[in-house]
């Protein structure tokens, strides 16, 4: 059964940092390409960034040089660091494989002071 669950989401000041984990089972995530959504309240979910199966990584314009995604083929689960988080980063955030058209049941994070 292919599943993908994510954790790591929570509350931080803005400027602080998260990480994000997206644990795969059922297959293998090295073998897909895959990306984190995020959807805020009342928008439509978004990709802000993606890895490819050679590694290949894209980040939306409003997280470059702050959000980096990877991978760790041995614990089947990739990550996303995010880096000196803002108010408007805050959403719930998916990991999706478009291939197998699945998706977590999101983590939510919330940027505030």
């Known amino acids: 059964q292919v599943q993908l669950v994510e954790s790591g989401g929570g509350l931080v000041q803005p400027g602080g940092s998260l990480r994000l984990s997206c644990k795969a089972s059922g297959f293998r995530l090295s073998l897909y390409n895959m990306g984190w959504y995020a959807q805020a309240p009342g928008k439509q979910r978004e990709l802000v960034a993606s890895l490819s199966t050679g590694g290949s990584t894209n980040y939306a314009d409003s997280v470059k040089g702050r959000f980096t995604i990877s991978r760790d083929g041995a614990k089947n689960t990739v990550y996303l660091q995010m880096n000196i988080l803002k108010p408007e980063d805050t959403a719930v955030y998916y990991c999706?494989?478009?291939?197998?058209?699945?998706w977590g049941q999101g983590t939510q994070v919330t940027v505030s002071s």
């Open positions: 999706h494989v478009p291939s197998l058209a699945s």
